[in-house]
C-alpha cells in the first residue's frame, strides 16, 4: 500500500529563516500531494496542495516542489514568523489520502 | 453550511462498551473519510466512502470498527467493545471528488475518545 516518509520530525530555525521539510512516497499512482497544517488541539488545515503534473507551486511564503521521478516533494516556507509555529503534515495519493507523521516546526524569537 | 461537523466532541467511556461518531460533512461534498490520530502522530486512514459506497477499509482496522454512510450524507463510526488502546481523536473529512476539483479534503474538529 501507499507510504509516505516525512522529515524531519522537529525543525527548529530562527524567525526570519527559511524551513524545508522534505517527504517521499511509494505509490507511483499518486497524483496528489497536500500539506497541512496543524495547530495544538485544531483540526488539520489545508495549506498548499500540488498536483503531479506541476512541478512547483507557491502561494506568498509558502511554496511546494515535486520530482515525480524520485518521488520526492517538499514544503518550502521562507521568512520564517512566529505564527508559523506548528506541525506540518504531508499527503499523497488522490482516492484516499495518506499522510506521513508530521513535522514539528518551531520559529524562534 | 459552515464545514464539517463532528459529534459529539468529546466522549469519556468505559472499557468494553460501545461508541458512536457521527460526521456531517460539507452538504455538496460526495466523499467521506475517516481517520484516527494519537498524539504525536499523523492521521491514519481508516475508511472512506463515495455516496453511500463504502470504497475502502484499512486492513489494519479492526473488525470491532464499523462505518456506514446511509443516505450519502452524514456518517457514522462505531466502535465495539471498547479498549484502551482505542483512545484517540477521530477525524471526518470531507472532499468533492470529479473532475477539476482537486480532491481538497477538509477535516472536521475531531471527535476525542478516551477510554478508562
Known amino acids: 500500500g501507499e507510504n509516505v516518509e516525512q522529515h524531519p520530525s522537529t525543525l527548529s530555525v530562527q524567525e526570519g529563516d527559511s524551513a524545508v521539510i522534505k517527504c517521499t512516497y511509494s505509490?507511483?499512482?499518486?497524483?496528489?500531494f497536500p500539506w497541512y497544517k496543524q495547530e495544538l488541539g485544531k483540526r488539520p488545515q489545508l495549506i498548499i496542495d500540488?498536483?503531479?503534473?506541476?512541478g512547483e507551486k507557491k502561494d506568498q511564503r509558502i511554496a511546494v516542489t515535486l520530482n515525480k521521478t524520485a518521488k520526492h516533494f517538499s514544503l518550502h516556507i521562507t521568512e520564517t514568523q512566529p505564527e508559523d509555529s506548528a506541525v506540518y503534515f504531508c499527503?499523497?495519493?488522490?482516492?484516499?489520502?495518506?499522510f506521513g507523521k508530521g513535522t514539528r516546526l518551531h520559529i524562534l524569537p | 453550511d459552515t464545514g464539517v461537523s463532528q459529534n459529539p466532541r468529546h466522549k469519556i467511556t468505559k472499557r468494553g462498551q460501545n461508541v458512536t461518531f457521527r460526521c456531517d460533512p460539507i452538504?455538496?461534498?460526495?466523499?467521506l473519510y475517516w481517520y484516527r490520530q494519537t498524539l504525536g502522530q499523523g492521521p491514519e486512514f481508516l475508511t472512506y466512502?463515495?455516496?453511500?459506497?463504502?470504497?475502502?477499509k484499512s486492513r489494519l482496522l479492526s473488525d470491532r470498527f464499523s462505518a456506514e454512510r446511509p443516505k450519502g450524507s452524514f456518517s457514522t463510526l462505531e466502535i465495539q467493545r471498547t479498549e484502551q488502546g482505542d483512545s484517540a481523536m477521530y477525524l471526518c473529512a470531507s472532499s468533492l471528488a470529479g473532475r477539476g476539483s482537486g480532491n481538497t479534503i477538509y477535516f472536521g474538529e475531531g471527535s476525542w475518545l478516551t477510554v478508562v
Open positions: 505509490d507511483s499512482a499518486s497524483n496528489y
Open positions: 452538504s455538496e461534498h460526495n466523499r
Open positions: 500540488i498536483r503531479s503534473n506541476v
Open positions: 499527503a499523497a495519493r488522490d482516492d484516499k489520502i495518506i
Open positions: 466512502f463515495q455516496n453511500e459506497a463504502q470504497l475502502e
